[in-house]
């Protein structure tokens, strides 16, 4: 099972970006997935989460109004729209699949992140 983040590159701030996450290996639709990131020198932290059919989505405050998390379960895909970038937005960020919350703990599968960098 493996799940491959993408779409990462480097922005200015204000621009926007759209990351995709498609596990292979195995269907995710029955699983929640969220995005983490993690900033050079700091502890990896909650992005945002979704729920397995798309219904309930959960982001950090941080994000809030910026990022839209999404899913096409026909396409095995989850994204995460990041709108209004930040320079402090400049992280690895990466997938995750089996839970829905805030804590890393809570799921199963990780993948490879993608590294996005925002200049301000």
């Known amino acids: 099972v493996q799940l491959q983040a993408s779409g990462g590159g480097l922005v200015q701030a204000g621009g926007s970006l759209r990351l995709s996450c498609a596990p292979s290996?195995?269907?995710?639709?029955?699983?929640?997935m969220g995005w983490f990131r993690q900033a050079p020198g700091k502890e990896r932290e909650f992005v945002a989460a979704?729920?397995?059919?798309?219904?309930?989505?959960y982001y950090a405050d941080f994000v809030k109004g910026r990022f839209t998390i999404s899913r096409v379960n026909a396409k095995n895909t989850v994204y995460l729209q990041m709108n209004s970038l930040k320079p402090e937005d400049t992280a690895v960020y990466f997938c995750?699949?089996?839970?829905?919350?805030?804590?890393?703990?809570?799921?199963?599968?990780w993948g490879q992140g993608t590294l996005v960098t925002v200049s301000s």
């Open positions: 979704i729920s397995s059919r798309g219904g309930s989505t």
């Open positions: 995750a699949a089996g839970g829905y919350g805030s804590s890393w703990s809570l799921y199963s599968y």
């Open positions: 290996g195995r269907t995710f639709s029955n699983y929640g």
